[in-house]
């Protein structure tokens, strides 16, 4: 792949991502859902979102990540919920994970 080709990709993924980010707006009014559409589809955020973290906590590659970054993970989840400051949540995190893997903890 030469540059060009890189350039105009790049400008094509650019504009059919700010088409598609113009098309919200613009079809809230025409398009109507349901309550319980609308409830379904927050509810699908969430869940995509926690299937994206159950995967990148337990797997690398095909196979299963070990138990200290679950861990980690855990730790994240729990000072996050109690409204602890980003930075500490990230290292604690990473500390947790970083100590079980000292310890010999997969």
């Not at 109690?82 to 010999?104: D, E, N």
Request: hydrophobic share 65%; net charge positive.
């Amino acid at each position: 792949m030469d540059g060009m080709e890189l350039v105009i990709g790049t400008i094509v993924l650019a504009l059919g991502t700010f088409a598609f980010r113009l098309a919200g707006p613009m079809l809230r009014s025409r398009v109507k859902l349901s309550p319980k559409a609308e409830r379904l589809m927050a509810l699908a955020a969430v869940v995509l979102l926690a299937a994206l973290v159950a995967v990148s906590a337990l797997t690398e590659g095909h196979e299963f990540a070990g138990f200290a970054r679950p861990a980690g993970v855990l730790v994240a989840g729990v000072l996050a919920w109690r409204k602890a400051p980003f930075v500490l949540v990230v290292v604690a995190a990473a500390a947790t994970a970083a100590l079980l893997r000292l310890a010999g903890v997969p």
